[in-house]
């Protein structure tokens, strides 16, 4: 598997922005289907937006508006773009690979992914 680097995350107010990214050394990530999940202490890891190889996008319902997955057609590289930042948004971010594909209106779900990040702190403070 190839190793999902991710970057981009830091310490924030409420109501900024963030832009993450993920790059997969030698790899066209639209060829796969890639995905963002968080998990912040003591909490379910919660999958954020996702990304197949048709283009197709879906964002969690929590970050419906605000967050913005996108992937250009030969790059390496996925981004997930944060804005409107709220403190329960404070977590470590994944990325993650696989090959299941992006359905509108269905819970992205970790087990349908393989290959995963180590992961880019993001913390928002009030």
């Known amino acids: 598997q190839v190793p999902l680097v991710e970057s981009g995350g830091g310490s924030v107010q409420a109501g900024g922005s963030l832009k993450l990214s993920c790059t997969a050394s030698?790899?066209?990530?639209?060829?796969?289907?890639m995905a963002w999940f968080r998990q912040a202490p003591g909490e379910q890891r919660e999958g954020v937006a996702a990304i197949d190889t048709s283009g197709t996008t879906i964002v969690g319902d929590s970050v419906a508006g605000r967050f913005t997955v996108s992937a250009p057609d030969t790059s390496n590289t996925v981004y997930l773009e944060m804005n409107s930042l709220k403190p329960e948004d404070t977590a470590m971010y994944y990325c993650?690979?696989?090959?299941?594909?992006?359905?509108?209106?269905?819970?992205?779900?970790?087990?349908?992914?393989?290959?995963w990040g180590q992961g880019t702190q993001v913390t928002v403070s009030s």
């Open positions: 030698g790899l066209t990530v639209r060829h796969y289907s």
């Open positions: 993650a690979q696989g090959w299941h594909p992006v359905i509108a209106g269905t819970p992205i779900r970790s087990q349908d992914f393989t290959n």
